[in-house]
């Protein structure tokens, strides 16, 4: 009987944990943790040849989504690192451009 409460108790936290995992987004905002969330891709490429610095305001594209971030520091090698909006730093990351497009139309120089 032990044995056998022991396991649910398992299973219960184990599926209590995927759920959790498996939450969305705009629901864990609603709960008011302070999360990113998906948006729309605008289409708009950030190429070798698109200016970009810190802070610039970006979208990246992460597990089918894209996801509003931030960008902290563009390399010699075209790759920039970026920080996901309303995530943890532990979820920086060094994206390559074409991970990114620009967030919105900007107006040229």
């Given at each position: 009987?032990?044995?056998?409460r ?7 936290a184990t ?12 629901l ?5 943790w302070?999360?990113?969330y998906?948006?729309?891709?605008t ?8 200016e ?14 894209w996801?509003p971030?931030?960008?902290l520091?563009?390399y ?5 690192k ?7 730093s ?5 994206v390559?451009?074409?991970?990114l497009?620009r967030p ?6």
């Amino acid at each position: 009987m032990v044995k056998h409460r022991t396991l649910l108790i398992v299973a219960s936290a184990t599926l209590a944990l995927l759920a959790l995992c498996c939450i969305s987004p705009y629901l864990l905002a609603v709960m008011g943790w302070n999360v990113g969330y998906p948006v729309e891709p605008t289409g708009i490429p950030i190429t070798r040849e698109t200016e970009i610095q810190p802070q610039d305001e970006v979208l990246a594209l992460w597990e089918g989504a894209w996801w509003p971030a931030e960008v902290l520091q563009v390399y010699d090698d075209g790759q920039i690192k970026i920080h996901y909006q309303g995530w943890g730093s532990e979820w920086d990351e060094v994206v390559s451009r074409a991970r990114l497009q620009r967030p919105h139309q900007t107006a040229d120089p």
